[in-house]
């Protein structure tokens, strides 16, 4: 599906992306500049990929020092830095780095949107601003992208994705969610970025 940066979004795919030829999502140098020539395709008219009223959600405890809330229930994937929850064609993906300042919006302009060029497919940012959240400030950053190919049908989606920065005490945390473009998880989106809590 998708990263939240080079290979760290859905850990499974990276094989696959070499068995189909899409190396440049994973290994810029080597093929950025196809992925970022990639064209949008259309969003699906009834999208799958609503998270359900009904979710139950549950915390999920960093050993990076804070807890938020995930669906319980989704495929977990644990690495050094975090973690990704993946169900179906939705995803959460967060990690934790060292950072010597807090992030800006036009920090996150100039490094993370750029990274996001760069590594996602026909990316398109609509809005970069800070946000007031339970944790304390955060950068939130909209965009759309394509995800990976299928790996029988060869078929992308379009999707939907917001990042949160989150800055405390030298750490960054990084939150991604992402869905089919026109899924409606407003409500369980809000839920997942406003429970982060610093340890």
Same mark, same amino acid.
């Given at each position: ?17 070499? *068995?189909?030829?899409?190396?440049? /999502?994973?290994?810029?140098?080597? @093929?950025?500049?196809?992925?970022? *020539? ?10 799958? @990929? #609503?998270?359900? #009223?009904?979710?139950?959600? +549950? ?5 990076? @020092? ?7 229930? %989704?495929?977990?994937?644990?690495? /050094? #830095?975090? *973690?990704?929850?993946?169900?179906? $064609? ?41 946000? =007031? $959240?339970?944790?304390?400030?955060? +950068? ?24 949160? $920065?989150?800055? =405390? ?7 991604? $969610?992402?869905?089919?473009? @026109? ?5 369980? %989106? ?7 809590? %610093?340890?």
């Amino acid at each position: 599906m998708k990263r939240i940066s080079s290979a760290t979004r859905t850990l499974p795919t990276l094989t696959l992306a070499m *068995a189909l030829g899409t190396m440049g /999502a994973f290994f810029p140098a080597i @093929g950025g500049q196809a992925v970022a *020539a990639e064209k949008a395709v259309p969003a699906e008219k009834n999208p799958p @990929g #609503d998270i359900p #009223d009904s979710q139950v959600f +549950i915390d999920y405890a960093s050993s990076q @020092g804070f807890t938020m809330k995930v669906p319980e229930g %989704w495929a977990r994937s644990d690495r /050094a #830095d975090g *973690a990704s929850f993946i169900d179906k $064609l939705d995803g959460v993906v967060v990690s934790a780095s060292k950072s010597a300042t807090a992030p800006t919006v036009e920090s996150a302009k100039a490094t993370s949107v750029l990274e996001l060029e760069k590594t996602e497919r026909a990316v398109k940012v609509t809005a970069v601003k800070e946000v =007031k $959240l339970p944790a304390g400030s955060a +950068i939130r950053i909209v965009y759309t992208s394509n995800s990976e190919p299928n790996a029988v049908t060869n078929k992308q989606i379009r999707l939907e994705n917001e990042r949160y $920065l989150y800055f =405390k005490d030298g750490k960054l945390v990084t939150l991604e $969610l992402y869905a089919p473009k @026109g899924a409606d998880n407003v409500d369980q %989106w809000q839920l997942m970025s406003n429970s982060l809590t %610093w340890k």
